[in-house]
Structure formats: C-alpha cells, structure tokens
C-alpha cells in the first residue's frame, strides 16, 4: 500500500488535509493492542509523509465557529506541552517517562542528549549525526501508562538537519511517530516540535526552517470520525 505524501505550507494546513484524505485513503483497523483496546477502532493511513515549509505560522488548526465541534488543539496547550513534555525532564505522578525525559537524557560523558545535538549543531552544522533518540529497546517491557497498560512511546525520534542555501544553514527536524492521533496529536505535537527547533536554532544561530513528519500508523479512532466528517463535510457513505 503506497503512502500518502504531502507539501505543505503550514501545520495547520498539513492537519486539515491529512484528515479531509484520510476518509479515501486509510483502512479500518479493529485496536488490538494500545489506546482504546478491544473498545474502539482506528481509520489509519497506510503511511503519511509530510513535508511543511512554514511550520512557525499557522500552528492552530481552525474551527469555523458554526460547525459548533471543539478545536483539537490551542497555543496555550501547544506551549504548556512544549514546557512540560519536551523540555521538563520530570515525569508526573504515575508517568514512567516523559519525552523530555528521554530529549533531555543524561549522556555518559556529560550534558544532556538534547545539550549534546545543541554542541554538535553549533561546531559541526551539516553533520548526520544530530539525533535526539526518544524510543529505546526496553520499552516494550517498561513503558507503561496510567491505565496500567504498556505503552511505548509513539514519538520515536527528532532528526536535526543543516540544509546550506546560498549564505543561510537552515536548521530542520524530521519527526518519526509509530503510531499518531491525527484529530488532537498530529497539531500539538507539530506544534510542540517547532518550539523545540526554535529554541535549537536560537542556541545554535542557525536560520529556522522546515519541518518533515513520518508515520505508519496516523490515525483517527472512530469516537472521533463524526467530528472529523463535520469538520471536513465529508458524509458518510451509505451501505449498500
């Protein structure tokens, strides 16, 4: 199954299409394992690709105010998860890890993981090697959330990249998701990863610019397929 490829201007833009698509071009999938298992099912992408050039304007995803359907997202959230969830590296009460936990990762010879890509960055920009690992193999077995269920990271890495353009070192990120709530995640998240590369690129002096997405399992779950429909004025389509 071939997947869905995307250029963008904004995130903003990128969600709205990516759910609008979603109805001709994922598949159903009975939850087995995870979020809403045995409970609920998922509209899921085979996989998604998504390029976003201006990813700093147009952050918050819009709701026209007559479809009468909560926003998935808004920038005080955006900026309380930035704060909290990618840079506080303190998980909360019953939280076994956080990913600033894992971005902000103490690192055998010293700094943090995020510290060190910062380094890296600064003396070294057009390096391959500016990674923030989010995932790791014990996962599987400790990774546990608050309903006492395993839940492994689905954000799995930040990959930091230098693209050089005339005079200007264009500081990007590629994010790779396992598994993705397209409806509320897709935005926060995105929304979340670009304060990341602001703070990255002000550290580094490097000119912020694009963002790239990953995932094989986008999705919305079904609970949220009437309010996606609504949003998108895609119908539901009437068995024969």
Known sequence: MLP??????????????LIYNLFDKA??????????????????????????????????PTIPPGLGIPA????????DY?????????PAEN????????????????GTQLERVIDMLKNTPLTNQAVVEIAAPDDLDVCFGKDGKLDPPCLRLLDFKVVPKGDDL???????????????????NLGGIELLKQFVASETGLKNGPMYAYSAG??????QEEIARIRTVRTIKPVN
């Open 4 to 17: 869905f490829c995307l250029t963008t201007k904004t995130i903003s833009d990128a969600w709205f299409q």
């Open 27 to 60: 598949y159903s999938q009975k939850i087995q394992k995870g979020s809403f298992e045995n409970e609920q099912y998922r509209l899921q992408y085979p996989g998604i690709a998504v390029f976003i050039e201006h990813p700093y304007y147009d952050i918050v």
């Open 72 to 79: 998935p997202t808004s920038m005080e959230y955006i900026e």
């Open 82 to 90: 930035f704060a909290n969830y990618l840079m506080n590296p303190e």
């Open 95 to 110: 939280e076994t890890y956080t990913y600033a936990s894992r971005i902000q990762h103490a690192m055998p010879k010293g």
């Open 170 to 188: 264009t500081l990007t990120v590629s994010a790779y998701f396992r598994s993705w709530d397209l409806w509320a995640g897709f935005p926060t």
């Open 218 to 223: 986008a999705h919305i779950y079904g609970y």
